[in-house]
């Protein structure tokens, strides 16, 4: 995520006064329930007035205290229990002569939940954000206790949307291809200003309620999975929102970094693996604020770290979910957060996590992955990150005539050539757009031919194809003058009164119409094509603008050719002899179904693209 709003200059020092009821009770208890059979072993966290003092018992056999520790501030308490049953038990806290008492429950956990699958190469991302794509309850829109009502036409305030938009919808993302839905975070986001994003997070164990509410959440994952549909949860471990309830009584000073005066991160993602880096850089950038709002969170503090792996873990168990995306990953401490990452996977060893590591070089964003073969050993446990290299060179490249040594098509052939890197190529995350940057359609200002290729390359070179909810209709932003806000429009017809349906396909342009229709049949039909979920790649390049590449196994190639320059190009054939002998001379052209013979002239018109599929002769 972006930096892309500012408030008024907020001191740390104004916003870590206590401020709890008189009243002496157990304000919340976290995480908010447990299971049976866990890896990780359960410690709660106990907050309210004076709390650290207690003494604490537990009514029921079934569940066993083995330690119990204080915070710095008098009103936290942590305790280690041992699960031995499924149950609900009382926890008594007697404070002096006042006893106080919680109900907790520990569930059976599902057998197969450890073993539950993930998102894959063979998967097709859908990333939307709620409040702007559908509104299914308008009478959520409004909440007290909430900083923010819905206004449809505020730029950065909420317009409306919620899970119950994306329920009524889940029809329309399964038909277009798409099998896992990543929304932008639900959790509650409680900021005077630009709480739709939802990245200010004010409360980790409860969804907005002008969203909906836990059960909801856990409703929508329950029935996209009976769609087929898998579903990620976008999470925040670097900040947290000024609004959230620990920053009026933290548990520990260390909980955030905290500074005399705001500092914001340098945002200098190579001091993480720059041997030359000064400390007071790294430190900067990890340490520093991401923006006024969003308080930094130290996880080198263990108790916090503790916080953030459990948390996930509730999470993916509660709600069944099928992976993470886990925003801003390298600002966060990199050896805590390989703890983390190390944790979730050793409750679900098939988990995948995806990180945003926002950064150019290709060679930064592979020190992120798993398996990584860094120079300073390091190594992140994190399996999947989002491959921004690729994004710019897509983008950049289709923009581009090519007559650069190193533009046009060529850009996207270097960028790939990078693969090397990699510890998994298969397990990045390739998108042509998201929730922080132009849309495509923005940046290849509505050429119709020129989205299509984008949306070919995403859809069939290797990694895990990611798109941007309204891509597939040619949606443009309303006014990128004015920020984020402007890129994150409504979906037409997810509001009551929307003359458009772009869900049902009413009012849409010839334009839209072609482009959904292109995205519909190409993410169908990689649905059923392993070798482009894992097979290798070999790719060509002429300095013309054109490029071609080929995905390939023991069965089958599929050659992908692009001929973005403003001419007509012929396929050469001869360069490719190297794989071609390999398969049979007549290949099959995807969708047209026209026969291609490899030893006979074949034409591309410019900007054409050709998707054809030879196989191994019988």
Request: glycine residues 6%; aromatic residues 12%; contains cysteine.
């Amino acid at each position: 995520m972006k930096k892309y709003y500012s408030i008024a200059l907020l001191f740390c020092a104004m916003l870590l006064t206590p401020s709890l009821s008189n009243a002496q009770k157990i304000e919340r208890v976290e995480p908010l329930s447990w299971w049976t059979d866990m890896k990780m072993p359960l410690r709660l966290m106990f907050h309210g007035k004076e709390l650290q003092s207690a003494e604490v018992s537990i009514k029921e056999p079934g569940l066993t205290i083995t330690k119990v520790s204080k915070a710095e501030s008098p009103n936290y308490l942590f305790v280690d229990v041992e699960v031995e049953k499924a149950g609900i038990y009382t926890f008594t806290l007697k404070v002096g002569k006042k006893k106080l008492t919680y109900k907790y429950t520990i569930a059976e956990r599902c057998p197969n939940s450890p073993q539950r699958q993930s998102f894959t190469a063979a998967d097709v991302m859908y990333l939307l954000m709620p409040d702007r794509f559908a509104n299914g309850d308008a009478t959520n829109d409004e909440v007290a206790g909430m900083a923010e009502g819905a206004d449809k036409n505020a730029f950065y305030g909420r317009h409306g949307g919620d899970i119950q938009g994306i329920i009524n919808h889940l029809d329309y993302i399964k038909d277009l291809g798409a099998t896992t839905i990543w929304s932008t975070p639900l959790l509650a986001d409680n900021e005077s200003f630009a709480s739709y994003h939802g990245y200010a997070c004010a409360d980790y164990y409860h969804i907005d309620p002008r969203y909906g509410s836990n059960e909801l959440y856990k409703e929508m994952v329950n029935q996209a999975h009976q769609k087929g549909l898998k579903v990620i949860m976008d999470i925040v471990t670097n900040h947290c929102g000024m609004a959230h309830w620990w920053m009026k009584d933290l548990p520990f000073q260390d909980w955030v970094h905290q500074f005399s005066e705001f500092t914001r991160s340098n945002n200098v993602f190579s001091a993480n693996m720059d041997p030359n880096a000064s400390k007071h850089d790294k430190m900067l950038h990890e340490s520093g604020w991401f923006d006024l709002s969003m308080p930094d969170m130290n996880l080198d503090n263990p108790e916090l770290l503790r916080y953030f792996q459990q948390w996930a873990i509730w999470w993916i168990e509660y709600a069944g979910l099928d992976g993470l995306r886990v925003d801003t990953y390298p600002y966060n401490e990199k050896e805590p957060m390989s703890k983390w990452c190390a944790a979730v996977r050793a409750e679900y060893p098939n988990i995948n996590i995806v990180g945003e590591c926002w950064t150019r070089p290709s060679s930064q964003v592979a020190y992120w992955q798993d398996g990584a073969n860094n120079a300073d050993k390091f190594n992140s446990n994190l399996p999947s990150v989002m491959d921004f290299p690729l994004q710019e060179a897509i983008c950049q490249g289709l923009n581009e005539d090519g007559r650069g040594w190193n533009e046009g098509m060529a850009r996207i052939y270097t960028t790939l050539s990078n693969d090397y890197l990699y510890a998994d190529v298969n397990k990045l995350l390739i998108f042509s757009g998201n929730h922080d940057m132009e849309r495509i359609a923005d940046i290849l200002h509505k050429d119709v031919q020129k989205v299509k290729m984008a949306i070919t390359m995403i859809a069939t070179m290797r990694g895990i194809p990611q798109i941007f909810y309204g891509e597939e209709q040619m949606l443009v932003s309303k006014d990128m003058r004015q920020g984020h806000g402007g890129l994150r429009i409504d979906f037409p017809g997810g509001w009551q009164g929307d003359t458009t349906n772009l869900f049902l396909g009413t009012g849409s342009t010839p334009e839209q119409t072609e482009i959904f229709n292109y995205y519909k049949s190409l993410l169908n039909w990689r649905k059923a094509e392993p070798v482009l979920h894992n097979g290798k790649t070999l790719h060509f390049l002429m300095r013309d603008n054109t490029y071609a590449y080929f995905r390939y196994n023991t069965e089958k190639a599929i050659l992908v050719y692009i001929n973005a320059s403003d001419i007509e190009k012929e396929i050469p054939w001869t360069d490719y002899a190297e794989i071609l002998t390999q398969y049979h001379p007549v290949g099959k052209e995807v969708f047209e179904n026209n026969q291609i013979d490899s030893q006979t002239t074949h034409k591309v018109p410019a900007k054409g693209i050709r998707i054809i599929e030879f196989v191994i002769p019988k």
